[in-house]
């Protein structure tokens, strides 16, 4: 996948590095350009319908971020275990003929708090982006893919390619659309939305 990016980037694409929290040490290269890739902390999308999309990863959305440094890193720590125990119980579950589960995204969906504060975080999001004069925004670092409306703001979380396994992507005509993949690829499945977006 890093190949067909650095590829695509060689033929002129634009390609940028938005990091996160997970990569924090790339942040120092800010404003840089490593051969064809941007290191830049934000960017703004405008699709082929005309929509402004701000660009962010959202981890300065996120109070345990920057507030409480050591939890958030007992979080981080946390997380990482869940996606190593995740690995090995779907081993056993691709053994005995299941589909892929997964484990922190079924933790996080029962836990209430974990809920309100997913919530409180998209709202944020999407005031932001609002405020600044966007029609959307699209983040990543609670790796929750959504695609909704919040209050006029289409609010796109990609989700992530690791435990999620989705990926956000725009048609030529401006129609954003949420893809899941599956290890089967039989139970590939895409949840498309309408590219109009009240303002």
């Not at 396994?165 to 899941?180: C, N, P, Q, S």
Request: charged share 25%; hydrophobic share 40%; net charge positive.
């Amino acid at each position: 996948m890093v190949q067909k990016l650095l590829k695509r980037a060689r033929k002129g694409c634009r390609v940028v590095f938005i990091p996160g929290n997970h990569d924090e040490f790339a942040r120092q290269f800010m404003g840089h350009r490593f051969g064809d890739i941007e290191v830049i902390e934000e960017a703004v999308h405008v699709t082929a319908d005309g929509r402004q999309l701000w660009v962010i990863h959202g981890d300065y959305f996120d109070a345990v971020v920057q507030c409480a440094r050591w939890l958030a890193i007992v979080g981080d720590n946390l997380y990482e275990f869940t996606l190593k125990l995740n690995r090995h119980l779907n081993s056993l579950r691709a053994r005995m003929g299941l589909p892929y589960w997964s484990l922190s995204k079924y933790l996080k969906q029962k836990v209430k708090s974990a809920f309100n504060y997913v919530t409180d975080f998209e709202v944020a999001v999407a005031n932001e982006a609002r405020r600044r004069g966007h029609q959307g925004v699209v983040c990543g670092h609670i790796h929750r893919a959504e695609m909704r409306s919040i209050d006029g703001v289409l609010y796109c979380n990609d989700g992530d390619w690791v435990e999620s396994r989705t990926a956000l992507v725009e048609h030529f005509d401006g129609t954003l659309e949420l893809l899941y993949w599956s290890p089967t690829h039989e139970t590939n499945h895409r949840r498309n939305v309408s590219n109009t977006v009240t303002a």
